[in-house]
C-alpha cells in the first residue's frame, strides 16, 4: 500500500469538520433474495465485476505474452475473480447547492495483480495491472490505500479470521476510506448520501467502517446485497464464471464473442492510462453482461 500526502487544504479540511456537529447515522442494508427484477443490483455489482475483470483479463493476455495457459495454471487467475466480492457504491454530494455525483467500485483483497502470482514461467518485465485502466473523474476505482492518520475507518477482526489483519482489504473498506480521502482533498463534500450495491452481505468489519464514515461524515449509508444463494446471486456467480471462461478461451487464442468483447493485442488502452494506479477509473458505461 501507498502512503498518502495530503495538500495543506487537507488538513484544513479535517480540522473543520472536526468541529462540526455530526450526527450518528446507522447503516441501512437490504437484501435481494429473489430474483432482481429490473436488473439495477446485478447490474451495478457487474459494473463493478467488469471495472476490474476487464483491465485484469487484458493485463493477463499481456503478461502471458503469446504463451498458452492450462486448466490448472489459468485457476490462481479464475479464482482471484470468482471468489472476490465486489461492491459499487454512488456518492450524492452538494457543492454551491448543486448536486454531483460519484462512483466507486471496488473489489475484495489485493487491488493488483502480479506476473510472479498468476504466471509460473520466466518473462520479462510487462506492464502494471493499473496501465489496463482508463478513468473519468466521476468513476473510480478504490484500491487498498492506509488510512488518514487518526482516522477510525479502519478493518476490526471478525470470529473465525485466521489473523487480525485479514479484513484490511475488504472492497466496503476500500470504498469508505476512498471517499474520506476525496472529502480530506476537497475531491467531494461531506454531508452527503451513499448507495452500495454488493455481491455479498458485508461482514461486521465493513459494517463498522462504513458506520465510521458516516458518523464521522455525515454521511447516510445504505447497501443493498445480493441474498447467499438467491436467484440473483446465481445469476451473478454464473455471469461472472461465463466472462472468466471466456478469457481462457482468448489467451488460449479463442474470442470471447459470448461476451461480444475482444481482448484485444494485449496491450494498454491507447489513451487514458495513468502512472498514479490507486486514482485511475473506469469509464461510466459498463461493459455489457453476458446474455444467459
Known amino acids: 500500500m501507498r502512503s498518502i500526502k495530503l495538500p495543506s487544504v487537507a488538513f484544513a479540511?479535517?480540522?473543520?469538520?472536526?468541529?462540526?456537529e455530526v450526527v450518528a447515522r446507522p447503516v441501512s442494508k437490504f437484501v435481494v433474495d429473489a430474483s432482481d427484477t429490473n436488473g439495477t443490483v446485478n447490474a451495478r455489482v457487474w459494473a463493478s465485476f467488469m471495472a476490474h475483470a476487464y483491465p485484469a483479463a487484458r493485463w493477463y493476455r499481456h503478461a502471458l505474452q503469446g504463451a498458452r495457459v492450462n486448466t490448472d495454471e489459468f485457476a490462481g487467475f479464475r479464482r482471484r475473480l470468482e471468489t472476490?466480492?465486489?461492491?459499487?457504491?454512488?456518492?450524492?454530494?452538494?457543492?454551491?447547492?448543486v448536486e454531483h455525483q460519484r462512483v466507486y467500485h471496488a473489489m475484495s483483497g489485493r487491488s493488483d495483480f502480479h506476473r510472479e502470482t498468476y504466471i509460473r514461467r520466466p518473462g520479462v518485465e510487462t506492464l502494471p495491472y493499473g496501465a489496463f485502466m482508463t478513468y473519468t473523474p466521476e468513476e473510480v476505482v478504490a484500491w487498498d490505500d492506509e488510512a488518514l492518520f487518526g482516522s477510525d475507518v479502519t478493518h476490526s477482526p471478525v470470529p473465525g479470521d485466521r489473523y487480525p489483519d485479514a479484513r484490511r482489504r475488504d472492497a466496503e473498506l476500500k470504498?469508505?476510506?476512498k471517499i474520506e480521502l476525496d472529502i480530506a482533498t476537497d475531491t467531494v463534500t461531506p454531508g452527503g448520501a451513499l448507495y452500495g450495491f454488493s455481491s455479498q452481505l458485508p461482514c461486521p468489519s465493513c459494517d463498522a467502517a462504513l458506520e465510521a464514515l458516516s458518523d464521522n461524515q455525515g454521511i447516510d449509508v445504505s447497501v443493498t446485497y445480493l441474498g447467499p444463494d438467491s436467484p440473483a446471486y446465481t445469476r451473478f456467480r454464473r455471469q461472472r464464471e461465463q466472462?472468466?471462461?471466456g478469457v481462457h478461451v482468448a489467451v488460449n487464442g479463442?474470442?470471447?464473442n459470448l461476451l461480444r468483447q475482444e481482448l484485444g493485442p494485449g496491450g494498454p488502452p491507447a489513451a487514458g492510462a495513468v502512472d498514479c494506479v490507486e486514482e485511475q477509473a473506469l469509464p461510466l458505461t459498463p461493459h455489457p453482461a453476458p446474455r444467459e
Open 175 to 177: 470504498i469508505a476510506r
Open 13 to 20: 479540511a479535517i480540522a473543520t469538520f472536526a468541529c462540526m
Open 243 to 245: 466472462y472468466v471462461n
Open 254 to 256: 479463442g474470442q470471447m
Open 84 to 97: 472476490a466480492t465486489f461492491v459499487s457504491f454512488t456518492y450524492y454530494y452538494q457543492r454551491d447547492g
